[in-house]
């Protein structure tokens, strides 16, 4: 019975092949390269099926990669997939599927290095597949293993693509793959040209790709294209290191190797006629050993004399891989261009990073502002209500799923459970010691130990998440050197309309009109009607809301513990006495200050940001030293006091 369902099926694909099955018919006119296949022999095959152009093929490669083609006891190839004992079979030109046993069938498993030559072959086929994913994947794999045949049918697709980002990826990726394999030294230096503006890693990939050197060492004069030469006199060891790497001299003899050859040839207490006990110093030693290699005991050591004159007798430089000149040169100027564009481009994302920072820094030190800088209140407790801020938020998510919703809700809550803590603050501790900085400072910084404690008991010792929404994850991307993420872009625009809140409510309303006037002069404040004591508590009360307000932006982008306010506290208060103590503006000012002289010290020394922080610290000492009354002084009666 299996051999009548077996000659059924032959008679089957024989039917089927004449059909003019013509995939079928290319690889019956390569069979052994199909059933046996190897990088040497396939890639004749690949090129009739290439140049065939039927819509069959690109299935076929497909298959043929994944180790799905089978032949059958004729010599006709099918795609099949085992179940079992059995063979589920599809004919290769019409798809038309049968089921029989395996016996008679073999399976084709074409090793790795064929795979990839069937991998490329594939591309050319998928750059134009009607499919906009298959194009895609094909771009992709061009970009990963970029070769020199995928030039021709990669320009080939150019035109016909009817994506424009995907056209334009095309183009790009053309533009590589013709500044290394272009036909003629004209097309590839106009190809890396084209390179000058962009800055990409890719770009900048196949400029070090045309630029690789390698380094040689010859008795004769330089050959080649030559990127430079080296002056083996600035380091003579290392270079006849190199000329014993290379097999052209022989080694040094170390002083280890001395004392292993002259302990191998101790005989009656000498060593060469030498008495051991003669041997304490490095000279006897030295002398010892030569009389050995005199002898031929031992290989004679390298003097310095014969270093100097090996090394003078070879050329020792660097050698381009590209032998053509023209390329190189115009690969080593292209690369000028775009390193000082890279460098351009690296200073904008520093200054990004600094305002992103800034950001950060004002945000945290607004709220301070008011209750140090127009109270004078020293609140080292402020830290502490920008942490109770962020556990608002994470509480809150615990009950609000959606982030978005979650975010939106906790903003005001944050604010209303910070307000109402710093009311409470200085309605109990703060009010008692107005005009007593030392006792204010010692009782606040009381506080803060015992509302980090608080926090430890109730949420614990572990970093808690404050999730942001989809909409604020990832990044803007500029280029491969400038990006930022969104969610410090979200932190920057709050610390804006933070700013344009907080001088609408100063300049604008009532109570900032009675906030100024108790802080300039709080006596005649009181006779014109205005209770001091209940503008010093709201005063206090919002700064510690906005406080709140930025622990939960913060607590966004950092983590989120109970010692987090201890990280910013620093900073707020060196963003207020830098930026004038009393002036918003100041703090403004203040933080951008602060935030991108941090990152451009971090700059210079990116792996330590720890001593970016000391430099800046240094710094502001420095900066108070000459502007104690830091970068916009108060004025008239402010100044006085």
């Known amino acids: 019975m299996r051999h009548l369902i077996l000659a059924i099926t032959l008679c089957f694909a024989t039917a089927l092949g004449a059909q003019a099955q013509d995939v079928q018919r290319v690889l019956q006119t390569h069979a052994d390269e199909v059933a046996n296949p190897s990088r040497s022999s396939v890639s004749v095959l690949l090129d009739d099926l290439l140049a065939s152009n039927l819509p069959g093929v690109s299935v076929f490669l497909e298959q043929w990669s994944d180790k799905n083609v089978w032949q059958g006891p004729d010599g006709t190839f099918f795609i099949a997939t085992a179940q079992g004992a059995d063979l589920a079979l599809t004919d290769i030109d019409t798809g038309a599927q049968t089921t029989v046993p395996q016996a008679g069938f073999t399976q084709i498993k074409p090793n790795g290095g064929v795979r990839r030559l069937i991998g490329t072959a594939l591309v050319q086929f998928q750059l134009s597949d009607p499919d906009l994913s298959r194009r895609i994947s094909a771009v992709e794999s061009i970009a990963r293993r970029p070769e020199a045949d995928q030039l021709a049918p990669l320009l080939a697709s150019v035109e016909g693509e009817q994506d424009a980002r995907l056209q334009a990826r095309k183009i790009q990726l053309a533009n590589f793959l ?3 394999f272009a036909e003629t030294p004209a097309d590839r230096i106009a190809a890396i040209e084209s390179l000058a503006k962009d800055t990409s890693v890719e770009a900048r990939s ?22 430079r030469v080296f002056d083996p006199a600035s380091d003579p060891e290392l270079y006849y290191a190199k000329l014993v790497a290379a097999d052209l001299a022989p080694p040094r003899v170390s002083a280890a190797d001395v004392r292993a050859a002259l302990e191998a040839n101790i005989a009656d207490g000498e060593v060469a006629g030498i ?17 050995l290699a005199a002898q031929g005991r031992v290989q004679p050591r390298v003097t310095e004399t014969a270093r100097d004159t ?30 000082r564009r890279v460098g351009w481009a690296q200073g904008a994302d520093l200054v990004l990073d600094g305002l992103s920072l800034a950001s950060i820094y004002f945000l945290a030190a607004i709220g301070l502002a008011i209750t140090f800088g127009v109270m004078g209140v020293i609140n080292m407790a402020h830290g502490e209500f920008i942490m109770m801020g962020a556990y608002t938020g ?3 998510q615990q009950f609000i799923p959606d982030y978005t919703v979650s975010i939106i809700v906790a903003l005001p809550l944050a604010f209303a459970v910070t307000f109402a803590a710093g009311v409470a603050m200085e309605r109990l501790v703060i009010r008692h010691l107005y005009h007593r900085p030392l006792e204010t400072l010692l009782a606040t910084f009381g506080i803060s130990i015992a509302l980090q404690q608080l926090a430890k008991n109730i949420f614990g010792t572990q970093a808690r998440p404050l999730t942001s929404p989809d909409w604020l994850g990832g990044a803007w991307v500029l280029s491969d050197v ?19 809140l907080i001088l609408y409510v100063l300049k604008r309303t009532r109570l900032g009109l009675e906030v100024r006037a108790v802080t300039q002069n709080p006596g005649m404040a009181a006779s014109m009607g205005i209770n001091p004591d209940r503008i010093n508590m709201l005063t206090f009360g919002l700064g510690s809301g906005i406080a709140g307000i930025a622990g939960v932006a913060i607590g966004l982008y950092a983590k989120v513990t109970s010692e987090m306010g201890s990280d910013y506290i620093v900073q707020s208060f060196m963003t207020v006495v830098v930026g004038g103590v009393g002036n918003i503006w100041g703090t403004l000012a203040g933080a951008t200050m602060i935030g991108g002289l941090q990152k451009a010290i971090e700059w ?21 030293q000459f502007r104690p009354k830091g970068i916009v002084a108060p004025k008239g009666r402010a100044a006085a006091d």
């Open 206 to 227: 196949v400029l070090n790709q045309i630029l690789e050197v390698r380094e040689e060492v010859t008795a004769a004069d330089p050959e080649g294209n030559v990127a």
């Open 604 to 624: 210079f020394n990116p792996s330590n940001t720890l001593a970016a922080q000391t430099y800046m610290i240094l710094f502001i000492i420095l900066f108070i």
């Open 482 to 500: 400038i990006s930022i993420s969104y969610i410090r872009i979200a932190i920057f625009v709050l610390a804006l309309l933070f700013l344009a």
């Open 394 to 396: 994470f509480v809150v």
């Open 178 to 180: 013709s500044a290394r």
């Open 310 to 339: 090996a090394l003078a007798g070879h050329s020792f430089y660097e050698r381009y891989t590209e032998p053509d000149p023209a390329i190189t040169a115009a690969a080593e100027e292209t690369q000028k261009d775009v390193q």
């Open 275 to 291: 008495d051991v006990g003669q041997l304490g110093s490095d000279a006897m030693r030295l002398q010892a050993y030569d009389q």
